[in-house]
T-cell receptor, first 110, second 114 residues
Framework: NAGVTQTPKFQVLKTGQSMTLQCAQDMNHNSMYWYRQDPGMGLRLIYYSASEGTTDKGEVPNGYNVSRLNKREFSLRLESAAPSQTSVYFC?????????FGSGTRLTVV | GENVEQHPSTLSVQEGDSAVIKCTYSDSASNYFPWYKQELGKGPQLIIDIRSNVGEKKDQRIAVTLNKTAKHFSLHITETQPEDSAVYFCAASIRDGATNKLIFGTGTLLAVQP
């Protein structure tokens, strides 16, 4: 039982490149979330998915897209990376209210 | 929308002392308040939570109190140990359609000095 698994753990991108962050959970949770964490700003919600087949914008969705591939997997895509997207990204899943987090992806855009 | 403020941003205590972190929230409809501990290089982990029908909850050295009238809640750690050193986040849960969303505070870096 791995919980929430994120890949990759680290990534460096050049401005304008695209990439997809992967997230999978094995807890059979309905809801999944993507956050970014920046110094002094806590965790901010980018997108979430209440259930398979649905996605909704969070607090800071600009520059990102998501796909809820199935109940287990929720991916985050950066179509054209910008230096402002340098951050640590966390995926989480929940059933009812308690959210379980992955270990994060540290992304640097140069 | 919901806004969560957390204080202090940094807290240094001596081993064995108590530590208190305070949060306020703005939306009176929020009714679930978890606390997360984040160690360096790891994701946040839930350490304790409280629902709005309860005023206090305790789990060994950790306790959380909630004052719904004043819209604030606090984390109390007693007999602190060096392994308690981490960043702590409070959050408030709001209902959004078919799911719940968490709004996080900005975090408190707790350093326990041996």
């Amino acid at each position: 039982n791995a919980g929430v698994t994120q890949t990759p753990k680290f990534q460096v991108l050049k401005t304008g490149q695209s990439m997809t962050l992967q997230c999978a959970q094995d807890m059979n949770h309905n809801s999944m979330y993507w956050y970014r964490q920046d110094p002094g700003m806590g965790l901010r919600l980018i997108y979430y998915s209440a259930s398979e087949g649905t996605t909704d914008k969070g607090e800071v969705p600009n520059g990102y897209n998501v796909s809820r591939l199935n109940k287990r997997e929720f991916s985050l895509r950066l179509e054209s990376a910008a230096p402002s997207q340098t951050s640590v990204y966390f995926c989480a899943s929940s059933e009812r209210r308690t959210e379980a987090f992955g270990s994060g992806t540290r992304l640097t855009v140069v | 929308g919901e806004n969560v403020e957390q204080h202090p941003s940094t807290l240094s205590v001596q081993e064995g002392d108590s530590a208190v972190i305070k949060c306020t929230y703005s939306d009176s409809a929020s009714n679930y308040f978890p606390w997360y501990k984040q160690e360096l290089g790891k994701g946040p982990q839930l350490i304790i939570d409280i629902r709005s029908n309860v005023g206090e909850k305790k789990d060994q050295r950790i306790a959380v109190t909630l004052n719904k009238t004043a819209k604030h809640f606090s984390l109390h750690i007693t007999e602190t140990q060096p392994e308690d050193s981490a960043v702590y986040f409070c959050a408030a849960s709001i209902r959004d359609g078919a799911t719940n969303k968490l709004i996080f505070g900005t975090g408190t870096l707790l350093a326990v000095q041996p």
